[in-house]
C-alpha cells in the first residue's frame, strides 16, 4: 500500500510540478517582503546612526530574540499560503483500481488513513524545510512548552489542510444536476471552520512570542485545552470525511446523457 500512495503523491508532484515551481517562488517573495516589513522600524532607527546596513541587520538577526521572532512568524504565515496552495493541488484519494477489487471497506479505510499519516508526515518535513530555508529556524523559541505548542498546531493544521478529498466529477454535475450532489458537511467544517479556528491560534502563539509574554504553566495548562478542541474536532471530523470516499457512486456521479 505504501507504494501505491508514493506513486499517486508522485503522480500528482509530477502533473503540477511547474505549478508548485511557480507557488514557491511566490512564497519566497512574500517571505522575502514579509521580513523585510519587519525590519522597516529597525532601519529607521539606524538612519541616523551612520551604520552599515547589512552587518547591521545581520547582527541584530543573531543577537535579537524579538526580531528573529517576528522574521519566524512571517514565514510561517508565508508557509502556511504556500502549503494550503500546494495541497489544494494534491488532495486524498482512493486507487480506482480498489473500487472495483475484492478489498473490503475495512481495508479501504486502512489504505485512505495511511495515506492521510504519510501526507501529513511529508507536509510537515516539507513546512519544516521551507521555514529553515527562508529564516534559518522553525521553532520561535527554546522554551520547551513553546515547542510543544508549535508542534501542535502546525500537526493540526496541516492536518485540516490535507483533509481534502479526490472531488471526482463533482464540479461537471453541480453545473448540470446540482441537486444530484450532497454536501460533504464534515469537509466543510474541517476546511473552513477548523481551519480559521487554527488560523486564529496560530496568530495568538506567534503573538505571544513576539511581545516575549513569559510563558508559565498556567498559559501551557490553557494552550494544552486548545490543543484537546483540535483533538475532538479531528476525531470527529476525519472518519467521515474518509469514508464518504468508499461508495464510487459519491465520488464520480452519473452523468446524464446530453441532449442535442
Not at 516589513?37 to 543577537?63: C, H, K, N, P
Not at 504553566?217 to 471530523?237: E, R, T, Y
Amino acid at each position: 500500500m505504501i507504494r501505491i500512495i508514493f506513486n499517486d503523491l508522485w503522480l500528482d508532484v509530477k502533473r503540477n510540478f511547474l505549478t508548485f515551481i511557480l507557488y514557491f517562488v511566490v512564497y519566497g517573495m512574500i517571505a522575502i517582503l514579509g521580513v523585510q516589513v519587519t525590519l522597516i522600524q529597525f532601519l529607521r532607527d539606524l538612519q541616523s546612526s551612520g551604520q552599515d546596513y547589512s552587518a547591521a541587520i545581520l547582527d541584530a538577526m543573531e543577537t535579537s530574540p524579538t526580531l528573529q521572532a517576528a522574521a519566524i512568524s512571517v514565514t510561517a504565515v508565508a508557509t502556511i499560503l504556500f502549503l494550503w496552495l500546494v495541497l489544494r493541488k494534491m488532495p486524498i484519494r482512493l486507487a480506482r483500481p480498489l473500487y472495483v477489487c475484492a478489498a473490503g471497506e475495512k481495508e479501504k479505510m486502512h489504505y485512505l488513513r495511511l495515506h492521510l499519516i504519510v501526507k501529513v508526515c511529508l507536509s510537515l518535513v516539507l513546512a519544516v524545510l521551507v521555514q529553515l530555508f527562508m529564516s534559518g529556524r522553525f521553532f520561535v523559541s527554546d522554551n520547551w512548552m513553546e515547542i510543544v505548542v508549535q508542534l501542535g498546531l502546525w500537526f493540526f493544521l496541516i492536518l485540516a489542510l490535507n483533509l481534502r478529498t479526490d472531488p471526482g466529477n463533482r464540479k461537471e454535475v453541480l453545473e448540470a444536476v446540482p441537486e444530484m450532489v450532497t454536501e460533504k458537511s464534515e469537509e466543510i467544517v474541517a476546511g473552513v471552520y477548523w481551519f480559521a479556528l487554527l488560523i486564529v491560534e496560530c496568530i495568538v502563539f506567534y503573538t505571544l512570542t513576539v511581545t516575549e509574554i513569559t510563558w508559565t504553566l498556567w498559559i501551557f495548562l490553557v494552550w494544552l485545552v486548545l490543543l484537546a478542541v483540535n483533538v475532538l474536532i479531528a476525531a470527529k471530523c476525519s472518519s467521515p470525511i474518509l469514508a464518504y470516499m468508499l461508495s464510487y457512486e459519491k465520488m464520480y456521479y452519473p452523468l446524464p446523457d446530453k441532449k442535442e
